[in-house]
Protein backbone atom coordinates (compact mmCIF):
# COMPACT_ATOMS: atom_id res chain seq x y z
CA UNK A 1 0.00 0.00 0.00
CA UNK A 2 0.97 3.60 -0.73
CA UNK A 3 2.14 5.72 2.12
CA UNK A 4 0.38 8.36 3.65
CA UNK A 5 1.95 11.77 2.17
CA UNK A 6 3.13 14.00 5.26
CA UNK A 7 5.53 16.60 4.43
CA UNK A 8 8.81 15.82 6.56
CA UNK A 9 8.81 18.87 8.78
CA UNK A 10 10.32 19.02 12.64
CA UNK A 11 6.68 19.75 13.81
CA UNK A 12 3.56 20.92 11.93
CA UNK A 13 2.32 23.98 12.76
CA UNK A 14 -1.46 23.48 12.35
CA UNK A 15 -3.67 20.48 12.71
CA UNK A 16 -6.28 19.62 12.04
CA UNK A 17 -7.30 16.10 13.75
CA UNK A 18 -11.20 15.93 13.06
CA UNK A 19 -12.38 15.28 9.26
CA UNK A 20 -14.40 12.95 7.62
CA UNK A 21 -14.33 12.10 4.46
CA UNK A 22 -15.76 9.07 2.10
CA UNK A 23 -12.83 7.53 -0.68
CA UNK A 24 -14.96 7.64 -4.47
CA UNK A 25 -13.24 4.29 -5.02
CA UNK A 26 -15.47 2.71 -2.13
CA UNK A 27 -18.29 4.17 -3.53
CA UNK A 28 -17.79 2.24 -6.75
CA UNK A 29 -17.32 -0.80 -5.25
CA UNK A 30 -20.68 -0.24 -3.70
CA UNK A 31 -22.04 0.40 -7.21
CA UNK A 32 -20.43 -2.61 -8.45
CA UNK A 33 -22.02 -5.04 -6.27
CA UNK A 34 -18.45 -5.74 -3.95
CA UNK A 35 -21.10 -5.37 -0.44
CA UNK A 36 -24.44 -6.96 -0.46
CA UNK A 37 -25.57 -5.66 2.58
CA UNK A 38 -24.82 -1.95 1.86
CA UNK A 39 -26.55 0.96 -0.81
CA UNK A 40 -25.96 3.90 -2.55
CA UNK A 41 -27.75 6.17 -4.63
CA UNK A 42 -27.14 9.50 -5.85
CA UNK A 43 -28.69 12.86 -6.84
CA UNK A 44 -28.22 16.45 -7.20
CA UNK A 45 -28.21 16.86 -2.98
CA UNK A 46 -25.40 14.39 -2.38
CA UNK A 47 -25.07 10.30 -2.18
CA UNK A 48 -27.04 8.36 1.16
CA UNK A 49 -25.87 5.43 2.33
CA UNK A 50 -27.90 2.52 3.68
CA UNK A 51 -26.65 -0.29 6.03
CA UNK A 52 -28.95 -2.97 7.94
CA UNK A 53 -31.06 -1.88 10.59
CA UNK A 54 -29.96 1.63 10.19
CA UNK A 55 -32.08 4.87 8.68
CA UNK A 56 -31.05 6.11 5.22
CA UNK A 57 -27.57 8.40 5.77
CA UNK A 58 -28.19 12.05 5.55
CA UNK A 59 -27.31 13.40 1.66
CA UNK A 60 -23.49 13.71 1.88
CA UNK A 61 -21.88 16.94 1.54
CA UNK A 62 -19.95 17.64 -1.50
CA UNK A 63 -16.49 18.69 0.08
CA UNK A 64 -17.00 14.63 1.47
CA UNK A 65 -15.90 12.80 -1.34
CA UNK A 66 -13.67 15.80 -2.61
CA UNK A 67 -10.23 15.11 -1.63
CA UNK A 68 -8.92 17.71 -3.35
CA UNK A 69 -11.05 20.17 -2.29
CA UNK A 70 -10.50 19.31 1.49
CA UNK A 71 -6.86 19.93 0.86
CA UNK A 72 -7.49 23.04 -0.54
CA UNK A 73 -10.07 23.98 2.52
CA UNK A 74 -6.88 23.22 4.38
CA UNK A 75 -4.36 25.27 2.61
CA UNK A 76 -6.87 27.91 2.54
CA UNK A 77 -7.15 27.93 6.38
CA UNK A 78 -3.10 27.77 7.09
CA UNK A 79 -3.85 23.65 7.85
CA UNK A 80 -0.57 21.87 7.68
CA UNK A 81 -1.50 18.54 8.29
CA UNK A 82 -5.32 17.21 8.36
CA UNK A 83 -6.06 13.79 9.49
CA UNK A 84 -8.46 13.19 7.58
CA UNK A 85 -11.20 9.69 9.57
CA UNK A 86 -14.30 8.12 8.18
CA UNK A 87 -17.73 9.53 8.14
CA UNK A 88 -19.52 8.17 11.33
CA UNK A 89 -22.50 7.38 9.64
CA UNK A 90 -20.47 4.71 7.05
CA UNK A 91 -18.92 2.89 10.70
CA UNK A 92 -20.39 -0.23 9.60
CA UNK A 93 -21.92 -1.32 12.89
CA UNK A 94 -24.68 -3.28 11.73
CA UNK A 95 -22.89 -5.48 9.14
CA UNK A 96 -22.59 -9.14 9.55
CA UNK A 97 -18.90 -10.22 10.66
CA UNK A 98 -17.49 -11.29 6.93
CA UNK A 99 -19.32 -7.69 5.30
CA UNK A 100 -17.92 -5.54 8.23
CA UNK A 101 -14.50 -7.15 7.86
CA UNK A 102 -14.49 -6.36 3.93
CA UNK A 103 -15.92 -2.95 4.27
CA UNK A 104 -13.40 -2.20 6.87
CA UNK A 105 -10.69 -3.28 5.25
CA UNK A 106 -12.06 -1.43 1.78
CA UNK A 107 -12.73 2.13 3.30
CA UNK A 108 -9.36 2.17 5.29
CA UNK A 109 -7.16 1.01 2.01
CA UNK A 110 -8.97 3.51 -0.17
CA UNK A 111 -8.80 6.30 2.46
CA UNK A 112 -5.18 5.55 2.25
CA UNK A 113 -4.88 6.04 -1.18
CA UNK A 114 -7.06 9.17 -1.25
CA UNK A 115 -4.60 10.64 1.36
CA UNK A 116 -1.69 9.85 -0.65
CA UNK A 117 -2.50 11.97 -3.84
CA UNK A 118 -2.46 15.20 -1.48
CA UNK A 119 0.70 16.19 0.73
CA UNK A 120 -0.68 16.95 4.16
CA UNK A 121 -3.01 14.52 4.58
CA UNK A 122 -3.04 11.49 7.22
CA UNK A 123 -5.67 8.92 6.82
CA UNK A 124 -7.38 7.57 10.04
CA UNK A 125 -8.80 4.24 10.05
CA UNK A 126 -12.38 2.85 11.15
CA UNK A 127 -12.77 -0.74 12.29
CA UNK A 128 -15.47 -3.43 13.23
CA UNK A 129 -15.57 -2.57 16.49
CA UNK A 130 -18.84 -4.89 17.06
CA UNK A 131 -16.38 -7.92 16.16
CA UNK A 132 -13.75 -7.01 19.02
CA UNK A 133 -11.49 -9.93 17.08
CA UNK A 134 -12.25 -8.24 14.05
CA UNK A 135 -11.23 -4.67 15.05
CA UNK A 136 -8.16 -5.62 16.26
CA UNK A 137 -7.13 -7.33 12.97
CA UNK A 138 -8.24 -4.20 11.14
CA UNK A 139 -6.28 -2.16 13.70
CA UNK A 140 -3.37 -3.97 13.21
CA UNK A 141 -3.67 -3.89 9.07
CA UNK A 142 -3.97 -0.25 9.02
CA UNK A 143 -1.20 0.60 11.31
CA UNK A 144 1.14 -1.27 8.69
CA UNK A 145 -0.90 0.32 6.08
CA UNK A 146 0.21 4.20 7.31
CA UNK A 147 -3.18 5.23 9.18
CA UNK A 148 -2.17 7.13 12.17
CA UNK A 149 -5.08 6.57 14.71
CA UNK A 150 -8.44 5.51 14.64
CA UNK A 151 -12.13 7.18 15.04
CA UNK A 152 -14.89 5.03 16.61
CA UNK A 153 -18.50 5.43 17.52
CA UNK A 154 -20.18 5.75 20.77
CA UNK A 155 -23.45 3.20 19.59
CA UNK A 156 -22.67 -0.19 18.92
CA UNK A 157 -24.82 -2.89 18.74
CA UNK A 158 -24.74 -5.45 21.57
CA UNK A 159 -22.11 -4.08 23.19
CA UNK A 160 -21.57 -0.32 25.48
CA UNK A 161 -18.11 1.19 25.43
CA UNK A 162 -17.21 -0.05 29.10
CA UNK A 163 -17.72 -3.82 27.99
CA UNK A 164 -14.82 -6.19 29.07
CA UNK A 165 -14.85 -7.84 24.93
CA UNK A 166 -13.74 -4.17 24.19
CA UNK A 167 -10.60 -4.84 26.19
CA UNK A 168 -8.39 -6.34 23.17
CA UNK A 169 -9.34 -3.54 21.02
CA UNK A 170 -7.78 -0.64 23.47
CA UNK A 171 -4.71 -3.20 24.03
CA UNK A 172 -3.91 -3.41 20.92
CA UNK A 173 -4.13 0.52 20.20
CA UNK A 174 -2.45 1.28 23.12
CA UNK A 175 0.36 -1.10 21.88
CA UNK A 176 0.26 -0.01 18.13
CA UNK A 177 0.00 3.33 19.47
CA UNK A 178 -2.75 4.45 17.32
CA UNK A 179 -5.20 7.27 18.77
CA UNK A 180 -8.73 7.02 18.84
CA UNK A 181 -11.16 9.75 18.03
CA UNK A 182 -14.13 8.97 20.01
CA UNK A 183 -17.04 10.41 17.71
CA UNK A 184 -21.13 10.14 19.25
CA UNK A 185 -23.26 8.12 16.74
CA UNK A 186 -26.74 6.92 16.45
CA UNK A 187 -27.68 3.53 15.36
CA UNK A 188 -31.13 4.01 15.76
CA UNK A 189 -32.16 7.93 15.97
CA UNK A 190 -35.10 8.21 18.90
CA UNK A 191 -37.97 9.63 17.66
CA UNK A 192 -37.44 12.56 19.70
CA UNK A 193 -34.44 13.72 18.14
CA UNK A 194 -35.87 13.66 14.69
CA UNK A 195 -36.83 16.65 13.96
CA UNK A 196 -35.85 20.57 14.99
CA UNK A 197 -32.28 19.02 14.33
CA UNK A 198 -31.77 18.13 18.13
CA UNK A 199 -29.90 15.00 16.96
CA UNK A 200 -26.68 17.09 16.22
CA UNK A 201 -27.70 20.20 17.93
CA UNK A 202 -28.17 18.37 21.82
CA UNK A 203 -28.12 14.73 21.53
CA UNK A 204 -24.41 14.28 19.98
CA UNK A 205 -23.00 16.10 22.87
CA UNK A 206 -24.76 13.89 25.71
CA UNK A 207 -24.00 10.56 23.52
CA UNK A 208 -20.33 11.36 24.15
CA UNK A 209 -20.41 12.52 27.55
CA UNK A 210 -22.44 8.91 28.27
CA UNK A 211 -19.87 7.10 26.25
CA UNK A 212 -16.94 8.83 27.73
CA UNK A 213 -18.01 8.68 31.05
CA UNK A 214 -18.64 5.13 31.00
CA UNK A 215 -15.19 4.41 29.69
CA UNK A 216 -13.64 6.73 32.73
CA UNK A 217 -15.99 3.83 35.38
CA UNK A 218 -14.61 1.04 33.15
CA UNK A 219 -11.23 1.50 34.11
CA UNK A 220 -9.53 1.04 30.79
CA UNK A 221 -7.52 4.02 30.56
CA UNK A 222 -5.57 3.15 33.65
CA UNK A 223 -5.18 -0.36 32.48
CA UNK A 224 -3.34 0.58 29.38
CA UNK A 225 -1.67 3.56 30.21
CA UNK A 226 -0.54 4.00 26.52
CA UNK A 227 -4.16 4.51 25.28
CA UNK A 228 -5.10 7.85 23.91
CA UNK A 229 -8.28 8.50 23.59
CA UNK A 230 -9.66 12.01 22.14
CA UNK A 231 -13.38 12.88 22.82
CA UNK A 232 -14.86 14.41 20.38
CA UNK A 233 -17.08 18.30 20.60
CA UNK A 234 -14.69 18.61 23.21
CA UNK A 235 -16.13 15.59 25.46
CA UNK A 236 -19.17 16.73 25.56
CA UNK A 237 -20.40 17.84 29.07
CA UNK A 238 -17.67 15.84 30.46
CA UNK A 239 -15.10 18.66 31.88
CA UNK A 240 -17.81 20.72 32.92
CA UNK A 241 -19.60 17.61 34.83
CA UNK A 242 -16.02 16.23 35.93
CA UNK A 243 -16.96 16.70 39.90
CA UNK A 244 -20.35 15.30 39.24
CA UNK A 245 -18.87 12.46 37.43
CA UNK A 246 -16.84 11.68 40.38
CA UNK A 247 -19.34 12.39 43.55
CA UNK A 248 -21.30 9.30 41.68
CA UNK A 249 -18.21 7.43 41.92
CA UNK A 250 -18.09 8.19 45.62
CA UNK A 251 -21.47 7.77 46.73
CA UNK A 252 -20.95 4.14 45.11
CA UNK A 253 -23.43 4.29 42.45
CA UNK A 254 -20.87 3.85 39.22
CA UNK A 255 -20.15 0.30 40.45
CA UNK A 256 -16.82 0.50 39.58
CA UNK A 257 -13.41 0.32 41.80
CA UNK A 258 -10.91 2.60 39.47
CA UNK A 259 -9.37 6.09 40.17
CA UNK A 260 -12.15 8.15 38.24
CA UNK A 261 -10.21 11.74 39.20
CA UNK A 262 -6.81 9.50 37.56
CA UNK A 263 -8.72 8.44 34.47
CA UNK A 264 -10.13 11.72 33.76
CA UNK A 265 -6.88 12.57 33.51
CA UNK A 266 -5.99 10.91 30.96
CA UNK A 267 -8.74 11.76 28.57
CA UNK A 268 -7.92 14.57 25.37
CA UNK A 269 -10.37 16.32 23.86
CA UNK A 270 -10.94 18.43 20.33
CA UNK A 271 -11.91 22.05 19.47
CA UNK A 272 -15.34 21.37 18.10
CA UNK A 273 -16.87 23.51 20.94
CA UNK A 274 -17.45 26.60 18.64
CA UNK A 275 -17.14 29.19 21.13
CA UNK A 276 -13.61 30.14 21.95
CA UNK A 277 -15.04 31.32 25.58
CA UNK A 278 -15.88 28.10 26.64
CA UNK A 279 -12.65 26.63 24.46
CA UNK A 280 -10.82 28.66 26.72
CA UNK A 281 -12.15 27.31 29.92
CA UNK A 282 -11.57 23.64 28.76
CA UNK A 283 -8.09 24.75 28.36
CA UNK A 284 -7.88 26.19 31.76
CA UNK A 285 -9.30 23.28 33.16
CA UNK A 286 -7.88 20.40 31.47
CA UNK A 287 -4.57 22.47 30.03
CA UNK A 288 -4.05 22.83 26.80
CA UNK A 289 -1.25 19.46 26.24
CA UNK A 290 -4.91 17.92 26.14
CA UNK A 291 -6.34 19.67 23.59
CA UNK A 292 -6.43 18.98 19.82
CA UNK A 293 -7.45 22.03 16.96
CA UNK A 294 -10.60 19.84 14.62
CA UNK A 295 -12.53 21.52 12.36
CA UNK A 296 -15.60 18.32 11.55
CA UNK A 297 -15.15 19.06 7.71
CA UNK A 298 -16.65 19.27 5.91
CA UNK A 299 -19.81 20.16 8.26
CA UNK A 300 -19.84 23.54 8.70
CA UNK A 301 -19.48 23.49 12.57
CA UNK A 302 -16.42 25.01 12.72
CA UNK A 303 -15.82 26.80 9.15
CA UNK A 304 -12.42 28.14 10.56
CA UNK A 305 -10.84 26.51 13.58
CA UNK A 306 -7.55 28.15 13.47
CA UNK A 307 -9.41 31.21 13.92
CA UNK A 308 -11.93 29.57 16.42
CA UNK A 309 -8.80 28.72 18.42
CA UNK A 310 -6.98 32.49 17.95
CA UNK A 311 -10.00 34.40 19.52
CA UNK A 312 -9.81 32.39 22.40
CA UNK A 313 -6.93 34.87 23.33
CA UNK A 314 -4.85 31.88 25.00
CA UNK A 315 -1.20 32.29 25.74
CA UNK A 316 1.22 32.06 22.68
CA UNK A 317 2.64 28.56 24.29
CA UNK A 318 -1.11 27.29 25.14
CA UNK A 319 -2.66 28.33 21.67
CA UNK A 320 0.92 26.65 19.79
CA UNK A 321 -0.09 23.13 21.81
CA UNK A 322 -3.73 23.38 20.74
CA UNK A 323 -3.39 24.56 16.93
CA UNK A 324 -0.70 21.39 16.56
CA UNK A 325 1.75 20.80 18.89
CA UNK A 326 -0.54 18.41 21.05
CA UNK A 327 -2.22 16.23 17.88
CA UNK A 328 2.16 16.33 16.50
CA UNK A 329 2.74 14.42 19.62
CA UNK A 330 -0.10 11.98 19.66
CA UNK A 331 -0.29 11.17 16.38
CA UNK A 332 3.51 10.95 16.12
CA UNK A 333 3.94 13.41 13.35
CA UNK A 334 6.78 15.24 15.02
Same mark, same amino acid.
Given at each position: ?????????????????????????????????????????????????????????????????????????????????????????????? +???????????????????????????????????????????????????????????????????????????????????????????????????????????????????????????????????? +????????????????????????????????????????????????????????????????????????????????????????????????????????????
Amino acid at each position: MTQPNVEPRHAPRVVDAHIHAVPPALIQKINRGLFSEVAVSGDEHGFRFRFPGMQPSPPSPSGLTDFALLAEWGRDRHIDIQIVGPWTDLLGYT +LSRAEAAAWSRAYNEDLVRACADHAGLVPMATIPLQFPDLAVNEMEHAHAIGCRGVMIGSDIPGLAIDAPELDEVWGAAAGLSLPMLLHPTFIRIPQELQSRGLKNAVARVGEVTIALTRLVYSGALLRYPN +LVVIAALGGGAVVPFTKRIIRNHDLGWSETGTDVEASLQRLFFDSVVLDPTFLRYLVQQVGAHRLLMGSDYPFPWEPDPVRSVLEAGLPVEDASAVLGGTASKLFGLV
